[in-house]
């Protein structure tokens, strides 16, 4: 069964740049049928698609975020990863990992549990 | 960047009874590209319905979604105890793909 999992800082300080990183197990990211992805929720709040990338490296970004986001992938980790720069009280959500579908605007049927950012000084 | 409105942010039924919700697109939704996602507190989104009326694997026929272009509804035919929960619509037909901002699902 594939499952997700992310792992990430936890606490970072406003302007930093930190990176987090989705494993995938149970399953290889290297398949042809999907694209993967970050989308993250601050507290309380609704969801936010940050981007998707194809094993290949393809990448497709959020307008609203693509200035700040690099989405990367590692197939002999069997891993992708995100960095998110200059980052403020704003970025602070929780961050899921999940599976997309052939396109990278899809919908979303595996999900990590998501690893959640807090931004503070 | 299509803008989804779900509304009320909150509906309040009993065990049993049927819930519709709704899910309205500022833009026609291409090709019926809309999903619908149940998230329980703590946990992440749950795929229920893709392409607007297709149920993903492993949710019960009791969650039925239909609609096109700029409206979309989810029903839950009879409630479960186990259905309270917070709803998304999203729509994945435009970049960038949005979300709805949810309704909550409660008990009366």
């Known amino acids: 069964q594939l499952q997700l999992q992310e792992s990430g800082p936890g606490l970072v300080k406003p302007s930093e740049t930190p990176s987090l990183t989705c494993t995938v197990s149970g399953g290889s990211i290297s398949s042809s049928s999907y694209y993967w992805g970050w989308i993250r929720q601050p507290p309380g709040k609704g969801l936010e698609w940050i981007g998707s990338?194809?094993?290949?490296?393809?990448?497709y970004y959020n307008p609203s975020l693509k200035s700040r986001v690099t989405i990367s992938v590692d197939t002999s980790k069997n891993q992708f990863s995100l960095k998110l720069s200059s980052v403020t009280a704003a970025d602070t959500a929780v961050y899921y990992c999940?599976?997309?579908?052939?396109?990278?605007?899809?919908?979303?049927?595996?999900w990590g549990k998501g690893t959640t950012v807090t931004v503070s000084s | 960047e299509i803008v989804l409105t779900q509304s009320p942010g909150t509906l309040s039924f009993s065990p049993g009874e049927r819930a519709t919700l709704s899910c309205r697109a500022s833009?026609?939704?291409?090709?019926?590209?809309l999903a619908w996602y149940q998230q329980k507190p703590g946990q992440a989104p749950r795929l229920l319905i893709y392409?607007?009326?297709s149920r993903a694997t492993g949710i019960p026929d009791r969650f039925s979604g239909r609609g096109s272009g700029t409206d979309f509804t989810l029903t839950i035919s009879r409630l479960e105890p186990e259905d309270f929960a917070v709803y998304y619509c999203q729509q994945y037909g435009s970049s960038p793909q949005t979300f709805g901002q949810g309704t909550k699902l409660e008990i009366k």
């Open positions: 999940a599976r997309l579908g052939w396109n990278p605007l899809y919908y979303i049927d595996v």
């Open positions: 833009q026609s939704v291409s090709s019926s590209y």
């Open positions: 990338i194809y094993y290949s490296g393809s990448t």
């Open positions: 392409g607007a009326s």
